[in-house]
Nanobody, 123 residues
Framework: LQFVESGGGLVQPGGPLRLSCTAS???????IAWFRQAAPLKAHERVS?????????YDLDSVEHRFTIYRDDAKNMVYLQMNHLQVEDSGVYYC?????????????????WGQGTQVTVSS
């Protein structure tokens, strides 16, 4: 399963962005998670996960009330709506498919990262 992330860009603090994630095959019945990497060589942070049934969870307290993850299975897409962006949200965002969101919250990381999409929050 190869993922394609898009929607990143340059945005001013306080602004919104919507990231999109799709894949080379169906995302139906898959949990999908977002990660971000603030800078090369920094650890990937868990951001959010959505189950195959649409239940969402957020691993970062700093994003829980600003970011919304949702899916459109008809379009084979998972989105991350990011509002009130902060400079600290900058980084490359990746999506992946953990076996389940509760495993994503523990120790799961993908074996390989996609290209990601760059988010830069700056004035």
């Amino acid at each position: 399963l190869q993922f394609v992330e898009s929607g990143g860009g340059l945005v001013q603090p306080g602004g919104p962005l919507r990231l999109s994630c799709t894949a080379s095959s169906s995302l139906l019945r898959s949990s999908i998670a977002w990660f971000r990497q603030a800078a090369p060589l920094k650890a990937h942070e868990r951001v959010s996960c959505i189950s195959d049934r649409g239940a969402s969870s957020y691993d970062l307290d700093s994003v829980e009330h600003r970011f919304t993850i949702y899916r459109d299975d008809a379009k084979n897409m998972v989105y991350l709506q990011m509002n009130h962006l902060q400079v600290e949200d900058s980084g490359v965002y990746y999506c992946a498919a953990p076996p389940a969101c509760h495993l994503w919250r523990e120790t799961w990381y993908p074996a390989k990262w996609g290209q990601g999409t760059q988010v830069t929050v700056s004035s």
